[in-house]
């Protein structure tokens, strides 16, 4: 990449996440003054991790109460667990008017700012946080635009945004021909049965090995051991490209009223739906 891409690069993703930053405040303030959302599903309960890193905790803090706010008023109020790499009074404060709905649990192991401790939490530890049939993982920069979360529950074990390693329709022709998506885990669907096998591979292949700084617990459900395993593979019930790009985008591709997702994973992904008014 040359240099005036690289900085026009940098420019845009900087405007992208001060856009971000100002929708966030505007959507925050709008929904503090709406009263709780109808619940919803009793089938799925919402999971979020907080481990920002050197960043201004409190900022974070609020940035992930915005991400909550908006998944409640797409998909009606869920239970919700966030897990945290530290005790945090402004998350405290926030899981404290729900009546024990939402909460809050302390992991040490994971490190702050490290985005591999969380995706290897989730991998192996993510059935411990829920008894419900589904899952629906959030994140402070990913998660639901509208509603729809029903059309997506006893569909597939896993559903999230379509990896970039699908963009190009080389590898996602061979992916589709052994029965491989490759999909992000930030912003996603799971079924409890998906997330016990993933838990149990991630024992019997990574224990105690050092989790790769690159590590994505999405990958490693959907690519990894689909590619591994047949047994797995034959088990699992994953989307196609297109159904997984209807649940979510992570890229920058233009969007229009009529191909709205469900939601989107990321700064990129965000910015065209906010540019197009669809957010």
Known sequence: MSRNKRKKKQADRKAGALLFAEWRKERLERDCDFPEPAPGP??????????????????AAVRLECALRETWR??????????????????????????????????????????????????????????????LVVSEDAFPVRPGLGSYIDR??????????????????????????????????????????????WNARMAGRPVPSDFSDGLFATSFLPA??????????LPSFGEALRFARRSASSVSPGNVPFGFS??????????????
Not at 42 to 59: I, K, Y
Not at 89 to 94: G, K, P
Not at 104 to 118: H, L, N, Q
Not at 266 to 279: N, R
Request: hydrophobic share 50%; proline share 5%.
């Open 156 to 201: 597939f074990d896993f559903v999230g945004a379509p990896h970039p390693l699908s963009d190009a329709w080389l590898p996602r022709a061979a992916a589709s021909l052994f029965g491989v998506r490759a999909m992000d885990g930030a912003f996603s669907l799971r079924t409890r049965s998906l997330c016990l096998r993933v838990a149990a591979a």
């Open 266 to 279: 990321g700064v990129d992904a965000f910015v065209p739906l906010a540019k197009a008014g669809l957010v």
């Open 42 to 59: 009793s089938e799925v309960t919402v999971v979020s991790h907080f481990a920002p890193g050197a960043s201004d905790r409190a900022v």
């Open 228 to 237: 591994r395993s047949l047994s797995y593979r034959r088990a699992v019930r």
């Open 74 to 135: 797409n998909c009606g109020f869920l239970r919700t667990v966030i897990v945290a790499d530290a005790e945090t009074s402004e998350l405290s404060a926030f899981a404290s008017g729900f009546g024990g709905r939402v909460e809050v649990r302390v992991e040490p192991s994971i490190r702050s700012g490290r985005a591999a401790d969380v995706a290897a939490f989730r991998a192996a530890r993510l059935p411990d946080l829920f008894r419900t049939g589904w899952v």
